[in-house]
């Protein structure tokens, strides 16, 4: 077919003349030019050229019932229809955020009872942040505001979610993070662990130096400890067993709450409905959104603890005021989408296949092990990553691998899957609703990736 990008009024054109990506080389890209997806069904999207790709990242982890869902546009149209808009401040609600709270509370660990609704993670991420300090302002703690994440973990872009990221190009020359973001280490057992260390020493020497940090810093300048039960973006890193388990302990210890950013693994993505639950965390705020509404409106939510909920609201009688909210917070039409969406999680029993497909995916993977640009298989669910090495004897990693991750999409675009590649590793992430016929087209055409990468 002719190059799109060769006709002066194209999309691609005009895509290259006006816009700057977000995490895209913007130079690369007047080069290389947009792929433009046009429209997409189930597991599979189509781009303006005819090429039809399984999402095998499920968009960005965040397209759990597939593309093209009747029922969401149905509720999308109907809420329009009836009230497209209302918003949360100074007393006002609207039934479908009312009836949103109250489904994601009895959903949410026990003991998180109370939600606020934002718009991406990124921003429900920088409102964990904003509520600790209000919080430990209000019980009279004003030097307990600093915030311990992890190397390699990621909460996103804005300014306090970019300082709790802990990944160098979310920081370098964005002058991030602030003072007060603390990172430890990360617990990739593969990467980081000692000679002959196994998984449980990993995960206490790696405990051990959160209590050093937390004792060097001094307890009483600790406010939280945010983590993603499985880091996503940071290489879809599975901790060892018992890696949470030794993180709380020492968080209860010195009273440093724990928050879980769930906007990746909430809503059965590990195949189970939350992350927490695969490791019994016992987090006391809950970071959502992706799955929420399975991305096709923009949504986040977090659950605090009734204890922070009294904190919050004590102080907000004091004050006159809770000053924080955005003109969208609880928007109508998405949490509508959102209940939907919720609605079919559970009625499908996407849980449970996201359970089963992704045995059949961990599998299927797990036979590329011996190949020889693989280092490391993992995942959960339906999450995986293929971490690839230069030498898998010495482990050594590709430098950089952004020559070779975005070799492997593009080669992976030739063969119709899209996939991510995630610090050294390639990221697998489809929809919820895959089957296994499919699952099994992802690891063909996977392989076919890997092989003509390689
Ligand atoms: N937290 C986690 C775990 C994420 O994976 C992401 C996005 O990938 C975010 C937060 C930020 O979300 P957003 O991109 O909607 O701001």
């Known amino acids: 077919s002719a190059d799109p990008a060769a006709l002066p009024n194209s999309p691609h054109a005009r895509d290259k003349a006006y816009a700057l990506h977000p995490y895209t080389n913007a130079r690369a890209h007047e080069r290389r030019g947009p792929t433009v997806i046009e429209s997409g069904k189930g597991i599979y999207v189509r781009d303006d050229q005819g090429n039809e790709y399984i999402e095998g990242l499920a968009g960005l982890w965040s397209v759990a019932v597939g593309f093209g869902e009747e029922r969401l546009v149905e509720a999308a149209a109907a809420q329009m229809r009836r009230l497209p808009y209302y918003h949360s401040f100074s007393h006002k609600a609207n039934n479908p955020a009312i009836d949103l709270a109250e489904k994601v509370a009895s959903l949410a660990p026990a003991g998180l009872n109370r939600v606020f609704f934002a718009n991406s993670g990124s921003e429900a991420n920088d409102t964990v942040v904003k509520l600790l300090w209000y919080f430990n302002n209000a019980r009279g703690r004003p030097q307990k505001k600093k915030i311990i994440s992890r190397i390699r973990g990621y909460h996103g872009i804005t300014v306090a979610s970019g300082s709790m990221t802990g990944l160098p190009w979310n920081h370098r020359d964005f002058d991030l993070p602030l003072p007060n973001f603390l990172h430890t280490a990360c617990p990739h057992h593969y990467r980081h662990a000692w000679e002959g260390e196994s998984e449980e020493e990993f995960a206490s ?15 009483a300048t600790i406010a939280a400890f945010i983590g993603e039960p499985v880091m996503g973006a940071g290489g879809v890193l599975v901790p060892p067993r018992t890696y949470w388990q030794k993180v709380q302990a020492v968080c209860r210890k010195y009273d440093v709450l724990i928050i879980a950013d769930e906007v990746i693994t909430g809503f059965g993505r590990t195949g189970r409905m939350f992350g927490c639950e695969l490791f019994d965390i016992k987090p006391d705020m809950l970071v959502l959104s992706k799955q929420i509404t ?21 102080n907000s009688d004091r004050l006159g005021n809770f000053g924080h909210g955005f003109t969208t917070s609880g928007h109508p039409v998405a949490t509508a989408v959102a209940l939907e969406n919720i609605r079919i999680i559970e ?32 995942g959960v669910g339906l999450i995986a990553a293929v971490e690839l090495v230069a030498d898998p004897a010495t482990k050594r990693a590709f430098d950089p691998l952004g020559k070779v991750g975005a070799a492997f999409f593009e080669r992976g675009h030739g063969h119709g899957l899209i996939v991510r590649a995630v610090q050294d590793s390639i990221a697998l992430c489809p929809p919820l609703i895959i089957n296994a016929e499919q699952v099994d087209e992802v690891l063909k055409r996977f392989r076919l990736t890997l092989d003509d990468t390689y």
């Open 205 to 219: 020497r790696l405990a051990g130096q959160l209590e050093q940090l937390i004792l060097a810093e001094g307890p």
């Open 294 to 314: 399975s991305s096709y409106l923009p949504l986040s939510a977090i659950v605090i603890s009734d204890e922070l909920y009294a904190g919050i609201a004590d």
């Open 347 to 378: 009625e499908d029993g996407l849980v449970a296949n996201a359970a089963a497909m992704g045995e059949r995916l961990q599998a299927g993977l797990g036979e590329l092990r011996d190949h020889p640009m693989v280092g490391e298989v993992r």
